[in-house]
């Protein structure tokens, strides 16, 4: 049986560094953020640029930072970037590097049409055309990251408020807007 949760990504950076003998925040540095060229993204944002984070809200009211990167490995969403780097991040999902490949495998078949990659919900089906997403969130952020391979397209979207509905709500708008960018 598969069941999700930020204790199997930990337990996954965990393996990481056991495996490649590295701490799991520095292979991430230099093994995505790095090869991907995104200069803007921290596990601990420098204090000269704290100033350029969002604040977050639950239900309309201000929540505290959270300092995931500091929770274990930091690998269930520590991670603090730019547009311009998750666009950066995007186009790497599209080069033949055999990190991003292996990281699209199917390691769980959920259903002929759904599997789970390394981190990556993977659909293809009649409604869909195939895609690797994630999404998450903490309470004061939400977000959803799409790649569709077959036409190029990746769509990454964020906002700074959480509540119940906004998960469906950014899933259905990244649906929306990648049927009217194939078009």
């Given at each position: 049986m598969f069941s999700y949760s930020n204790a199997g990504t930990n337990l996954m950076g965990y393996i990481l560094e056991k495996v490649y003998e590295e701490p799991f925040q520095k292979l991430i540095m230099n093994e995505v953020v790095a090869k991907a060229k995104m200069e803007d993204t921290y596990f601990n944002v420098p204090r000269n640029k704290r100033d350029r984070l969002a604040n977050g809200y639950l239900l309309g009211k201000p929540m505290p930072e959270t300092n995931l990167a500091n929770t274990l490995w930091g690998a269930e969403g520590a991670l603090k970037s730019t547009t311009s780097d998750i666009l950066k991040y995007i186009s790497h999902q599209f080069k033949n590097d055999k990190i991003v490949e292996e990281s699209h495998k199917e390691i769980f078949e959920i259903d002929t049409d759904y599997w789970i990659g390394y981190f990556w919900w993977c659909i293809e089906n009649q409604n869909y055309d195939l895609h690797y997403r994630h999404d998450g969130g903490i309470s004061r952020a939400k977000n959803v990251?799409?790649?569709?391979?077959?036409?190029?397209?990746?769509i990454s979207i964020f906002t700074n408020e959480s509540s119940v509905n906004v998960n469906q709500k950014l899933n259905d708008l990244m649906h929306n807007i990648y049927n009217e960018l194939k078009k």
């Open positions: 990251l799409a790649i569709f391979p077959e036409n190029k397209i990746g």
